[in-house]
């Protein structure tokens, strides 16, 4: 990307993503959205968009031009105060961003993952018998996607049982507080304060197991990696952006299991295409949908203008059934390769 003047002109759009209609059916918007142009302003937030894969990768990658910092959601931080502290992880940019990133990189190695995978596959033996002894039909949400992340992931961090309740109405309102204030907000806000203020406690030193990954990070204040300050915002990042979208991915891929019959045989034929099967579930139904980035100057992508200090709107889910990037992207396929896709917002946080 360069800051070069142009003058093309840039699509305009007067959808709104953020209204109940679209957010309960979105794939006609995003087709409208890939097929306006590469970028696109959307004029009801005059924010400038993009749905199609290439420019996505592009402009996520690019942190350089693109901050996280004046916030990852339709607020700008330059001049609005966030409900919140900032996230240390998704909203910083280097250099404040990269002691929390390495800390928590090193904390949650693939090593110290596979450490907890015989008690996590305990556990979900453990789940599956329950809800079998149960009826015969079930909502496998609220029975499996739900309870799972809730049972194992604060486990890991450390978490007390009392109070984690709370995990999943305070990252629900989390993820919609980054679109507008709209119903979804709205239902939320009344409880924020409170949400807000256990999720804090949880974080706090004497809150936590010593062996769980929430004392790591601790830990690593202890030892001068991050500051003491630091320390409790990146164990709220860990639980905000670990449950929520964890119970959106178990969800999505037992929906696309059952209704995908074949590849659901061909998934028990061979179970080493389990990887394959979470990478294509999470590209078809993103956890994350959208993710927001502030141009720092004024910034030339693709051909089109973008004025310093305005709001890049990236449709992370558009993306990923981009037709240019994948064939019968509609499709849940375990036959092709699903690397690459961008539903993951952290893999593209400035290293």
Not at 61 to 74: I, K, M, N, R, T
Request: some cysteine; overall charge negative; proline content about 7%.
């Amino acid at each position: 990307m360069t800051s070069t003047t142009t003058t093309r002109a840039i699509p305009v759009l007067d959808d709104d993503p953020f209204s109940e209609e679209i957010l309960r059916d979105p794939l006609p918007f995003q087709e409208r959205l890939r097929e306006a142009g590469s970028v696109v302003l959307l004029e009801k937030y005059d924010v400038y968009a993009m749905g199609r894969y290439d420019t996505v990768h592009t402009a996520l990658v690019d942190w350089q031009s693109l901050q996280s910092s004046a916030g990852v959601g339709l607020s700008n931080f330059r001049y609005e105060k966030p409900w919140r502290p900032p996230s240390l992880l998704l909203e910083a940019d280097p250099p404040h961003h990269n002691a929390p990133r390495a800390t928590l990189e090193k904390i949650l190695s693939p090593r110290a993952i596979r450490r907890m995978a015989p008690a996590w596959e305990r556990d979900a033996h453990i789940l599956l018998d329950e809800v079998l002894r149960g009826p015969l039909e079930f909502d496998a949400v609220p029975a499996l996607a739900e309870v799972y992340p809730l049972r194992v992931f604060p486990d890991a961090v450390g978490l007390r049982e009392e109070g984690r309740d709370a995990l999943l109405p305070y990252g629900n309102h989390a993820f919609n507080a980054f679109g507008p204030a709209n119903f979804l907000v709205a239902e939320g806000a009344p409880h924020t304060q409170e949400l807000s203020a256990a999720v804090a406690q949880m974080c706090a030193r004497d809150q936590l197991d010593e062996s769980g990954f929430g004392a790591d990070i601790w830990a690593a204040s202890d030892r001068g990696d991050i500051s003491i300050d630091q320390a409790p915002l990146i164990v709220r990042s860990l639980l905000t952006a670990g449950v929520d979208t964890t119970v959106h991915a178990i969800g999505a891929m037992i929906y696309a299991l059952a209704t995908n019959p074949a590849q659901w045989e061909a998934l028990k034929a061979d179970p080493s295409l389990v990887r394959t099967a979470f990478d294509e579930t999470i590209r078809l139904e993103s956890p994350v949908q959208t993710f927001f980035r502030t141009a720092k100057s004024d910034v030339e992508i693709d051909g089109h203008l973008i004025p310093e200090g305005k709001k890049i709107l990236m449709f992370l889910s558009s993306a990923n059934r981009d037709h240019r990037r994948w064939d019968t992207p509609d499709a849940f396929d375990l036959t092709r390769d699903p690397s690459g896709h961008v539903a993951s917002a952290w893999e593209f946080t400035s290293a």
